[in-house]
Nanobody, 117 residues
Framework: QVQLVESGGGLVQAGGSLRLSCTAS????????MGWYRQAPEKHRELVAT???????DYADSVMGRFTISRDNAKNTVYLQMNSLKPEDTGVYYC???????????WGQGTQVTVSS
């Protein structure tokens, strides 16, 4: 059974930092992309950042220079370091694991991030 377990969300003041973690279990693919997406109230889910199994990264323009995605392949874990947080970063952050070989995608349950002004 595939599981993505997220942690690290919470309430923080604007300008503060949070670090999200997501560990995938029950799945291993030599070619995969792990990433973070977020959904604010009454908005569509949007990409925040992704990182491939080879280490290539991609970021939304809105978080470039403030957020850093990284991963530990041995632990099947992806991290999102979020600095200089803004109220518009508020939302539910979802972890995603995309298996490139099997063309399958898995989602975590989401973790709430709230940034107060």
């Amino acid at each position: 059974q595939v599981q993505l377990v997220e942690s690290g969300g919470g309430l923080v003041q604007a300008g503060g930092s949070l670090r999200l973690s997501c560990t995938a279990s029950g799945i291993f693919s030599s070619r995969n992309v792990m990433g973070w997406y977020r959904q604010a109230p009454e908005k569509h889910r949007e990409l925040v950042a992704t990182i491939t199994s080879g280490g290539s990264t991609d970021y939304a323009d809105s978080v470039m220079g403030r957020f850093t995605i990284s991963r530990d392949n041995a632990k099947n874990t992806v991290y999102l370091q979020m600095n200089s947080l803004k109220p518009e970063d508020t939302g539910v952050y979802y972890c995603n694991y995309r298996d490139i070989i099997m063309s399958r995608s898995y989602w975590g349950q989401g973790t709430q991030v709230t940034v107060s002004s």
